[in-house]
């Protein structure tokens, strides 16, 4: 798989551009969802790197646990799957693999569920902070499919989709023939 085209800027450039695009996930998935997945020190943390109002203090982003209705196994296996695939030790990449998997379980597709411009925003994101895991993506399957694929390959279940796909008004160009 080739890397997409965000971040074939100038020296210095892919940093900016990393930091507005995670900037982006971090806010679109709080919007949406009102948690990271992350504990309050996670959140503390992630407040002072990515300043802004789009996450306050009192908020419930601060509780891990909001992620119990948002099905705390899944999101779970999910963080474990990006982190066993992440490219640095960073806390960027350790909360960016969380918000990742809160969003999975959302209803759109992913990189819409993160707030993102593009599907090639978050494939850009991926490849940069979960490098292998973004190669084994040969076929170039939609992010959130590829994802529970991977969740069923590791379980060793056959048949396998994600839990929102049914109700998706893309489910014919997902699931169709690759």
């Known amino acids: 798989m080739t890397t997409v085209g965000y971040g074939n800027e100038a020296p210095g450039a892919a940093t900016a551009s990393n930091d507005s695009a995670m900037a982006r996930a971090f806010a679109g998935v709080a919007a949406r969802f009102r948690t990271l997945g992350l504990d309050r020190q996670e959140v503390a943390a992630l407040r002072r790197r990515y ?22 196994d899944e999101h779970g296996e999910l963080v474990e799957l990006l982190l066993a695939h ?12 969380s918000t990742i998997a809160t969003a999975c379980l959302g209803e759109n597709h992913l990189w819409q569920d993160m707030g993102l411009e593009a599907r090639e925003e978050l494939s850009w994101l991926l490849s940069r902070h979960f490098t292998s895991l973004y ?18 390959r590791q379980a060793q279940v056959v048949s396998c989709k994600a839990p929102s796909c049914g109700v998706c008004a893309d489910y014919a160009a997902c699931f169709g023939a690759e």
Do not use: Q
């Not at 996450?55 to 909001?66: S, T």
């Not at 992440?86 to 693999?97: I, P, Q």
């Not at 993506?137 to 529970?148: E, R, S």
């Open 135 to 152: 190669e084994k993506n040969v076929k170039n399957m939609k992010w959130k499919k590829f994802f529970y694929k991977e969740l069923c």
């Open 51 to 72: 300043p802004g109002d789009w996450i306050r203090p009192g908020d419930a982003l601060a509780h891990a646990e909001a992620c119990v209705a948002l099905r705390a």
């Open 86 to 97: 992440r490219a640095d030790d960073s806390k960027e990449t350790f909360w960016l693999a």
